[in-house]
């Protein structure tokens, strides 16, 4: 937890919003971080937290196994803010009541606003309002006032003013509540007298200022894979500690086509980066061998990333710190360190592969931020438009685009076919309003007709998204004409696949990835 002049406390409650929640703080250039429901008052306070927002949940505040935070919490002076779970804990913890409805409440509802003054500053008589809820408030605890209601909740949000403790029933996160972003704003700046501060210049200036003070004259060790993460974390170190950054490139033979040649010409040649690249391709497809598992998969080439980079260290002499582009997203699903009711999806290697003897102190200085904040960064560094807007690419690269066993075969077809795709994405100018568009490789064989003859080749699946974050994504409803396009180039010059699929399932309940 970080130690910020202004800057906003959310106790996470297991929300799947809980990160929406951090997104729009940080919109309104206050800082936000996610911390456990459980957290002390007393670290709350030494942390000087300017505010706190208690997120919404999946448990009912009537049960007895439900995540409950410290009444401590409502002592130490700042103003709070409870939504959806966290305002009925809020009434529960100060006194009111709260039960099941009769009438659960889900998705869009009408809010009547029944006082225009501080929290709903600014709001019409009725707004509309995004509910999802099965236990309502029924009494006030003392204090409180009802300021807004609905068909079903009579107190869908209640206030102290004087304590400055506002609850709401709804989600004011989530776009389809229209004035949500309004109502943040009236808590942050006119309730809390937060002020304006965090912005990726700010970020940059004090990432650099910290990176130095913290490596002094050490050396560090920086993954570069050319992605949009690890180049922003290269020359962020960069700037701030010089020579003293050794950048280790690793082509895995997981990669995409050409990528290799890429980094080097862009790095080692134009940002004059102190550049070592390793060709590990045989030792990783060696070590992914008859792997099927995609949590083993990972798991592998995460830790033979670190075995390289150990081996590596020790020819280099001693180096003292390990650098990794983790983001906020990777944390918040790998590990849930936020302490919160929140389950693990899935590891990235990033943050889940390490082995529990690591020879590094590990440095990951966007594990903050989320992925538009990184690319922000990017901007601010001055990186070129088409590097900051790439799209993502998974840590374990394609091994995760291969179902099942991993083989040299199998990713020269995924290869090819991806790199189709995103040609003809980019020559539709879509490639930015689309979070992620990529090449599956399903290894099961169909039967097909090419010319006359029949054939029994692979499967190629495309995956194209919409996103903010990655923690929520829809399926993108690209052009038929593009995907007819897609289809036939990759069946015609894609040596071994005579069918392609298009996946239209969103996340959630689906990942991104298919593994």
Request: aromatic share 8%; with cysteine; hydrophobic share 40%.
């Amino acid at each position: 937890m970080h130690r910020r002049k202004d800057w906003i406390a959310i106790l996470d409650f297991g929300s799947q919003y809980t990160h929406l929640i951090a997104r729009r703080v940080r919109e309104c250039g206050v800082y936000s971080e996610i911390v456990p429901f459980n957290i002390q008052a007393r670290t709350l306070l030494s942390k000087g937290a300017s505010a706190l927002i208690l997120s919404g949940g999946p448990a009912s505040v009537t049960g007895r196994k439900s995540p409950i935070c410290s009444k401590d919490i409502f002592n130490i002076g700042v103003p709070v803010l409870g939504i959806c779970y966290g305002a009925q804990l809020m009434a529960k913890v100060l006194g009111g009541k709260v039960a099941a409805a009769k009438a659960r409440e889900y998705g869009r509802a009408s809010l009547k606003v029944r006082s225009a003054a501080n929290l709903f500053r600014g709001l019409s008589a009725r707004e509309q309002v995004w509910m999802s809820h099965g236990d309502k408030i029924t009494a006030l605890p003392r204090g409180f006032k009802i300021i807004g209601s609905t068909e079903n909740a009579q107190i869908a949000a209640m206030a102290d003013s004087t304590r400055n403790f506002y609850g709401v029933q709804f989600h004011p996160e989530v776009v389809h509540t229209p004035k949500g972003k309004k109502i943040f704003r009236n808590f942050i700046f006119d309730i809390s007298g937060c002020r304006r501060g965090w912005n990726m210049h700010s970020f940059v200036q004090s990432s650099i200022k910290e990176l130095k003070q913290k490596i002094g004259r050490e050396k560090v060790l920086c993954a570069l894979s050319g992605g949009v993460d690890s180049s922003v974390l290269a020359l962020l170190l960069h700037k701030a500690i010089r020579k003293n950054l050794v950048a280790i490139f690793i082509d895995n033979g997981l990669l995409r086509k050409d990528e290799a040649k890429l980094v080097e010409a862009r790095f080692k040649n134009y940002y004059k980066l102190n550049l070592k690249v390793i060709d590990a391709r045989r030792e990783f497809l060696k070590a992914l061998a008859g792997v099927k598992d995609p949590e083993k998969k990972r798991k592998i080439i995460g830790k033979l990333f670190i075995r390289i980079f150990e081996r590596q260290a020790k020819k280099l002499g001693r180096i003292k710190y390990l650098a990794q582009g983790t983001l906020y997203p990777d944390v918040i699903e790998s590990r849930s360190p936020i302490g919160g009711p929140s389950a693990t999806i899935k590891t990235h290697h990033n943050v889940g592969g390490l082995p529990k003897k690591f020879d590094f102190e590990l440095i990951e200085p966007l594990k903050d931020l989320f992925k538009d904040e990184v690319r922000l960064v990017g901007k601010e560094l001055g990186l070129p438009d088409d590097l900051v807007h790439r799209q993502p690419f998974p840590g374990p690269g394609l091994a995760v685009r291969v179902l099942g066993a991993v083989r040299a075969e199998y990713l020269g077809i995924l290869r090819q076919a991806d790199w189709i795709l995103v040609n003809e994405i980019k020559k539709a100018k879509l490639y930015r309003k689309l979070w992620q568009a990529f090449c599956v490789f399903i290894p099961a064989k169909t039967v097909g007709v090419m010319g006359d003859q029949r054939t029994y080749e692979y499967v190629i699946a495309i995956r194209a998204v919409t996103s903010e974050d990655a923690m929520t994504a829809h399926w993108a409803k690209l052009p038929q004409d593009l995907l007819e396009r897609v289809s036939n180039r990759i069946i015609n010059e894609v040596k071994g696949v005579n069918r392609v699929v298009y996946d239209i399932s969103s996340k959630p309940p689906s990942t991104i990835e298919w593994e």
